[in-house]
């Protein structure tokens, strides 16, 4: 079955840091970029940035460099991305994507999302 | 970064309407504009890509036109599990960018 399981939710406080995985089964894990895009509460959806699990290679939005890093471990098909010196404003569902290769590109598959609950 | 503008922000329509949300671009995307489908508490859900391509397993009722600026969604003949929030979203130039969204509620 073609999936993206993610972890669960979090509660944080400001100036610590998350993690959260996104484990992929169904397809050739290393073959497609994964993007990762939040959702504040009542908000619309915010990039975040890409990785390429073949050579782990990274994009990020400029909005979050310095403060996210996104990893894969190939050899269990899942990758994570670390949010740190989190604020409050950094509520959010956070939901895995993967990218279709090819010029016309876009997401095909979705995790269910992690909310992660910042709050002191 | 180029700015997605949906409208309307909401609709409310009854089952069996003809129902088109709109999505403008800042700037020219050619057709690299993707429809999503949310519904409350689960992870987005693709529809249309390329600005017209149906998604495999998408009804045939939703469909996408346009092309450089301007897009539209339409729904034709809604039926009760349509009723939920749609995101249009630009993959021409990063960073990808999505509309605010258009909840589609029942009248």
């Known amino acids: 079955q073609v999936q993206l399981v993610q972890s669960g939710a979090e509660v944080k406080k400001p100036g610590a840091s998350v993690r959260i995985s996104c484990k992929a089964s169904?397809?050739?894990?290393?073959?497609?970029?994964m993007h990762w895009v939040r959702q504040a509460p009542g908000q619309g959806l915010e990039w975040m940035g890409w990785?390429?699990?073949?050579?782990?290679?990274?994009n990020y939005a400029q909005k979050f460099q310095g403060r996210i890093t996104m990893t894969t471990d190939t050899s269990i098909t899942t990758a994570y991305m670390e949010v740190s010196s989190l604020r409050s404003d950094d509520t959010a569902v956070y939901y895995c994507?993967?990218?279709?290769?090819?010029?016309?590109?876009?997401?095909?598959?979705w995790g269910r999302g992690t909310l992660v609950n910042v709050f002191s | 970064d180029i700015q997605m503008t949906q409208s309307p922000s909401s609709l409310s329509a009854s089952v069996g309407d003809r129902v088109t949300i709109t999505c403008r671009a800042s700037?020219?995307?050619?057709?690299?504009l993707n429809w999503y489908q949310q519904k409350p508490g689960e992870a987005p859900n693709l529809l249309i890509y390329?600005?017209?391509s149906l998604q495999s397993g998408v009804p045939l009722r939703f469909s996408g036109s346009g092309s450089g600026t301007d897009f539209t969604l339409t729904i034709s003949g809604l039926q009760p599990e349509d009723f939920a929030t749609y995101f249009c979203?630009?993959?021409?130039?990063?960073?990808?960018?999505f509309g605010q969204g258009t909840r589609l509620e029942i009248k």
């Open positions: 979203q630009q993959s021409y130039i990063t960073p990808p960018t």
């Open positions: 700037q020219t995307i050619s057709s690299y």
């Open positions: 390329a600005a017209s």
């Open positions: 169904g397809y050739t894990f290393s073959d497609y970029y």
């Open positions: 990785i390429n699990p073949n050579s782990g290679g990274t």
């Open positions: 994507a993967k990218q279709i290769t090819g010029g016309l590109w876009y997401f095909d598959l």
